[in-house]
């Protein structure tokens, strides 16, 4: 940090050092400025200790390699949606909180994004600006969010010292992260920065930039009244509206994860991003609110995974669909499961398994266990099945239910 802005930079180093000492796992994503958090968290040394990868994409097909980026529109004279948003900073917060996860799962998985719109030779229309978002907690319960929209500064792009704008406005976005991510960490129930920040940065920069601090609010659930059918299945999308299967699933961008999900934990979503990388399809999770062996879930608990999912994770829900092979006669999607559902199929519903192996849709099967793999795939008679022994996570929802999950 440039020392005509930040005089005094003891208070910073030691939340860093705070940072080092937590014991998290973190992953960091950062697009479009803010990058000196990287620099200044591992100039102390310990870094190793916590921090478990970090990556800048810079151009938008660099972030859509990481994030489904929101379509960019203007209402009402105010940008929303695009690159740098609420939305794309949550997401990026998720995709970190899930990295960290599967590269440390015996660990607390935080994950810290930064998306930024800086000072340029062009002014932007819809000003300078960045958000922070922090994400922690084994079903990623804990997220936070703040925006920092800067003021108009002198001419030429400087300061009043002669700085240069958009080095001040890197800096103040890349110190601001590191700050909240201790706060934070302290507090995962966090709804502003600690009063001492604002006295740190001092009343030049308080006047450069205006802060808006709170909680994520997750878009409101369309949720359809107690009489609404669910019947053939309905599409709960990551922004909160209601979709029939019918109309919006296409099996060709589409594959079908289901599941009970409770609770909904970082291994589903590792799970999902990693077969979304893969398959080059986006997964969906399927709750059947009726199972045939499972029984009924509480509409509480339905409600429950729909709120851990608004702005991450469509949600694919249902009455009484129960069963693979009747999702896939219904909604032709490939399908992705743990191979301790595979082996079910195999061992007492074989019928089922011939009769989707003829249905024309792929099986990705994730290894769960200690399960033989050659045998598995030999007893299939026909179809299409991908094992993947890559993407396997120690942990379950049977675990954190009994209280055996970090």
């Known amino acids: 940090m440039t020392t005509a802005h930040y005089p005094d930079r003891a208070p910073l180093r030691q939340r860093i ?140 792009g400087r300061l009043i010292d002669g700085s240069n704008l958009r080095e001040a406005q890197s800096q103040l976005v890349g110190c601001t992260a590191l700050w909240m991510l201790a706060d934070f960490l302290k507090n995962p129930g966090l709804y502003d920065l600690s009063t001492d920040f604002y006295q740190w940065i001092g009343p030049d920069l308080r006047k450069l930039v205006d802060f808006a601090v709170g909680p994520c609010v997750a878009p409101p659930l369309d949720w359809p009244s107690a009489d609404f059918s669910h019947k053939n299945g309905l599409i709960y999308t990551r922004d909160g509206k209601i979709h029939p299967p019918d109309v919006w699933l296409d099996a060709s961008q589409h594959y079908i994860m289901g599941g009970r999900f409770s609770p909904v934990h970082w291994g589903h979503f590792a799970m999902k991003a990693y077969l979304d990388r893969v398959t080059g399809k986006q997964g969906i999770f399927n709750l059947t609110r009726i199972h045939p062996k499972k029984g009924r879930l509480s509409d509480e608990k339905v409600r429950a995974l729909l709120e851990a999912c608004a702005g991450k994770v469509d949600v694919l829900l249902d009455d009484e669909i129960g069963y693979y092979v009747d999702k896939v006669r219904l909604w032709s999607c490939d399908l992705a499961m743990g191979s301790d559902a595979f082996e079910f199929l195999q061992l007492m519903k074989p019928t089922d398994l011939d009769k989707i192996a003829h249905l024309n849709v792929t099986m990705h099967v994730v290894k769960r266990g200690d399960i033989d793999w050659q045998a598995m795939g030999k007893s299939m008679k026909s179809g299409r099945v991908r094992f993947y022994s890559e993407c396997s996570w120690p942990i379950s929802s049977t675990e954190i239910r009994g209280g055996g999950a970090a």
């Open 17 to 156: 050092q705070a940072i080092h000492n937590s014991g998290v796992a973190l992953a960091i994503l950062a697009s479009g400025g803010g990058f000196e958090l990287l620099t200044e968290l591992t100039s102390i040394s310990g870094a190793s200790a916590v921090l478990m990868d970090a990556a800048t994409p810079y151009s938008k097909r660099a972030l859509a390699e990481h994030v489904k980026v929101p379509r960019s529109q203007i209402v009402n004279d105010v940008k929303i949606g695009g690159s740098v948003c609420q939305e794309t900073a949550i997401l990026m917060a998720h995709a970190a909180w899930t990295r960290a996860a599967s590269l440390c799962p015996d660990r607390s998985a935080v994950g810290l994004a930064v998306t930024a719109q800086l000072a340029s030779a062009k002014p932007h229309r819809s000003g300078d600006f960045a958000w922070i978002a922090v994400q922690s907690g084994v079903s990623g319960e804990n997220v936070f969010s703040m925006r920092l929209a800067f003021r108009a500064a002198g001419p030429n």
